[in-house]
T-cell receptor, first 113, second 114 residues
Framework: KAGVTQTPRYLIKTRGQQVTLSCSPI?????VSWYQQTPGQGLQFLFE???????NKGNFPGRFSGRQFSNSRSEMNVSTLELGDSALYLC????????????FGQGTRLTVV | AQTVTQSQPEMSVQEAETVTLSCTYD???????LFWYKQPPSRQMILVIR??????QNATENRFSVNFQKAAKSFSLKISDSQLGDTAMYFC???????????FGGGTRLMVKP
């Protein structure tokens, strides 16, 4: 059974650009959540999707957005990139979301220069 | 809002010995889940153990066990017979009542020495 796949693994972008990250959950999983990991702020929740609906959103500016497709794959988009957006972005999938085990991908390392 | 605090940024232990990682949390919810995740250098977060708040019995998973003190809002992880492969960052995490968001502690970097 394939795990959670995040693409790309590494990304370098320039300030002001936008970026789209992709997450393919484990087959059959309907919940996908996103987290930002930085040395200063640690792991912070971005948002969670279930069956194409955003169920919860963290305390991030509107530049951060996401969506989920009918096959449960999810994308997150960051517009007008800032240096502080440099981070490891982790995606996690779970069967139903509610208290079921979350399986994480290996993350996308975004560097903004 | 929930907060999770891990007071030990770094710890080390000799191979085969036992180590305990501390975690405290703050919440007004009565029903929730607590987790310990391991993040090795490969960066992939791996679930180590989970505890349902309504269960009084402490969770155990092979060499890993927790000491869950609900009244004290404490959730420590004990690793017995430490192995070199246990070297990693360990994160304590709180799952909210809605079950759709994890709040993580700052992490404890554990090094197992041969």
């Amino acid at each position: 059974k394939a795990g959670v796949t995040q693409t790309p693994r590494y990304l370098i972008k320039t300030r002001g650009q936008q970026v789209t990250l992709s997450c393919s959950p484990i087959s059959g999983h309907r919940s996908v959540s996103w987290y930002q990991q930085t040395p200063g702020q640690g792991l912070q929740f971005l948002f969670e999707y279930f069956s194409e609906t955003q169920r919860n959103k963290g305390n991030f500016p509107g530049r951060f957005s996401g969506r989920q497709f009918s096959n449960s794959r999810s994308e997150m988009n960051v517009s007008t990139l800032e240096l502080g957006d440099s981070a490891l972005y982790l995606c996690a999938s779970s069967l139903e979301g509610l208290y079921s085990e979350a399986f994480f991908g290996q993350g996308t390392r975004l560097t903004v220069v | 809002a929930q907060t999770v605090t891990q007071s030990q940024p770094e710890m080390s232990v000799q191979e085969a010995e036992t180590v305990t990682l501390s975690c405290t949390y703050d919440t007004s919810e009565s029903n929730y889940y607590l987790f310990w995740y391991k993040q090795p250098p490969s960066r992939q977060m791996i679930l180590v153990i989970r505890q349902e708040a309504y269960k009084q019995q402490n969770a155990t998973e092979n060499r890993f066990s927790v000491n869950f003190q609900k009244a004290a809002k404490s959730f420590s992880l004990k690793i017995s017979d430490s192995q070199l492969g246990d070297t990693a960052m360990y994160f304590c995490a709180f799952m909210n009542n809605a079950g759709n968001m994890l709040t993580f502690g700052g992490g404890t970097r554990l090094m197992v020495k041969p």
